[in-house]
């Protein structure tokens, strides 16, 4: 193989061709759902979800006020105070795998141990909870990821200048690393605004804005869902979910810009 | 400074409480996937269920044979890594040695915003355009839709390829760039360079990418579930409609009680002891591979 120049032109033209259709694929899908979208992006549809993103956001608020100290301090934990030991590579494995579970059975999971067991209602509460325990890994890893790349000499100077592990963990560390948390900040608010299969069994469903976290609600994603398998839910019929599709992907899109802006300014002050 | 330790002491305990309560979060799931899915795999038999061919959970005599949907899961999981495979290869090769850098920045921003779109749009985005499309040239005559395996494959292919670039292209990035040298030193042009020497030094990374893509495949529920059809079928024709085990559990819990339930969170059970294997051998690859690329 690759021994002639017609092979070695062949695999480079195929190269770029992957590449090509790559791009073009997403290009498709994302003009797609915006010149579809777009003459139903109107005062109507704003009205109609005006409760699917306010319902969102608080799910957004409350899974992230429980996963944010969770992650942060864990990764904390995996960083500075152990070794590696043997119960640390089980806790690591333990916290790899719950990133590579499926959604569907953080679903299954919060069915049965949020409503029937705790006997929970179904409701903005419980969907939150079982996001915090979806996005909880991705803010570990986030954070552990930029503890990592702290200069090895800032601590050791912290704790030869007579500094306690604590002081150094809130002086040295956690300042630093503050960009890798809102990274996994801004990734877990994408993960939880586009979640359907996790919280579907477990958030009930409404069309009201609601008034307290324990009341049922529709999240964009999961009203999303619900009008495109039965068109009929909406006034507007499948209008309304090219709609909230649209809504849906310029959150995506700013999020991740967001990402950039982020790791562009910390770059900078971290010269 | 008596404080002062007290609040040492606090927070190192809160540290701790936190990494015991994170890595337990697991162990909670399993307990309750089982718990809730023994029942019908002690009443119904673990043989008769992972290998029965009917699934008629609401009939007067139920029966839950899950081999229909395993195969289902495993065939598209298969086809779809048959397709974002070589294209996620290729274009990782391309981007990391072949466009300058500003190219390969702008490109990777794209893959990102794929694989942060929710699979419901994605999902959403088959069923108007690849599905549309099969009903209009294959299906209008025989009267059924186009939601079929083919569409299926299709989205899942979608939802892995971010998976294996980003990962494929961390791999590639950290082969040592002595081989590179090396080879080119011994007059090796730059494609043979990539495809002899950098694919293989990366080996390990690249494997981790399929591994960690079948795994976000074989769990994807939503996109499937708008596009595969939803009937439980297995068939060689690919434009036949199909039902994947996640499909199966998110399509039937909103109405299923009892042993029907039960049943469902049993084929949860089968699809976390797939990806539990996934992940078993993923940490196998990268322990083997550990010293490949330093």
Not at chain 1, 247 to 267: E, R, Y
Not at chain 2, 236 to 253: C, F, G, V
């Amino acid at each position: 193989m690759l021994n002639h120049p017609w092979q070695v032109k062949l695999i480079k033209i195929l190269t770029y061709l992957a590449t090509i259709l790559l791009v073009l694929l997403v290009f498709w899908m994302v003009s797609f759902i915006i010149i579809q979208g777009i003459s139903y992006l109107n005062m109507t549809l704003l009205k109609e979800s005006s409760s699917l993103i306010i319902t969102t956001l608080m799910v957004v608020f409350l899974a992230l006020l429980i996963a944010l100290p969770l992650g942060i301090f864990s990764a904390i934990y995996l960083q500075v105070y152990t070794n590696n030991g043997k119960l640390v590579k089980m806790m690591r494995f333990s916290i790899d795998s719950l990133n590579g579970v499926p959604s569907i059975i953080f679903g299954l999971f919060a069915l049965s141990f949020f409503i029937y067991y705790l006997g929970l209602n179904r409701s903005i509460f419980s969907a939150s909870l079982i996001m915090s325990i979806v996005v909880l890994p991705l803010i570990i890893k986030n954070t552990e990821e930029a503890i990592k790349t702290i200069d090895i000499a800032q601590i050791q100077g912290s704790l030869a200048l007579g500094a306690s592990r604590f002081t150094t963990i809130n002086r040295v560390i956690i300042p630093y690393c503050i960009d890798g948390i809102i990274n996994g900040v801004i990734l877990a608010i994408g993960k939880i605004v586009g979640e359907t299969a996790a919280i579907m069994f477990v958030i009930g469903s409404a069309s009201s804005i609601p008034k307290s976290f324990f009341e049922p609600g529709s999240t964009l994603a999961t009203k999303l869902y619900l009008i495109i398998q039965e068109p009929t839910y909406s006034s507007n019929g499948i209008g309304s979910a090219y709609g909230i599709a649209l809504i849906l992907l310029l959150i995506v899109v700013l999020l991740n810009l967001l990402v950039k802006l982020v790791n562009h300014i910390f770059m900078k002050r971290r010269g | 400074m008596k404080k002062y330790l007290n609040k040492q002491l606090f927070f190192e305990t809160l540290y701790k409480l936190s990494i015991i309560f994170a890595s337990l979060l697991l162990l909670l799931i399993i307990i309750f996937i089982f718990f809730e899915g023994v029942p019908a795999l002690k009443e119904y038999g673990v043989f008769k269920m992972l290998f029965n061919m009917s699934w008629q959970p609401t009939a007067h005599e139920p029966s839950f044979g899950l081999s229909k949907m395993i195969l289902a899961t495993i065939i598209s999981t298969l086809l779809s890594l048959l397709i974002a495979i070589p294209i996620g290869l290729l274009s990782s090769v391309c981007l990391v040695r072949l466009v300058s850098r500003k190219i390969k920045n702008i490109i990777m921003f794209i893959v990102e915003i794929l694989a942060g779109i929710p699979s419901v749009i994605v999902g959403f985005f088959v069923l108007k355009t690849i599905v549309a499309f099969l009903y209009q040239h294959f299906y209008m005559n025989i009267g059924v839709s186009g939601n079929s395996m083919l569409a299926a494959v299709f989205v899942l292919a979608l939802m892995a390829l971010p998976t294996i670039i980003t990962i494929t292209v961390k791999a590639l990035e950290a082969v040592n760039p002595m081989y590179t040298e090396a080879s080119l030193g011994l007059g090796a042009n730059k494609i043979q360079t990539i495809y002899k020497v950098e694919l293989k030094a990366a080996k390990s990374g690249i494997m981790a990418a399929i591994v960690l893509g079948a795994g976000r495949v074989i769990g994807e529920t939503m996109a499937v579930m708008l596009v595969s059809g939803n009937a439980i079928n297995i068939s060689s024709n690919l434009l036949l409609p199909t039902r994947t085990l996640t499909a199966n559990i998110a399509t039937e819990m909103s109405y299923a009680s009892g042993l029907h339930q039960s049943a469902l969170y049993a084929s949860g059970i089968v699809l976390f002891i797939m990806i539990m294997l996934i992940n078993i051998t993923l940490l196998i690859i990268l322990n083997k591979g550990g010293g490949d690329n330093a």
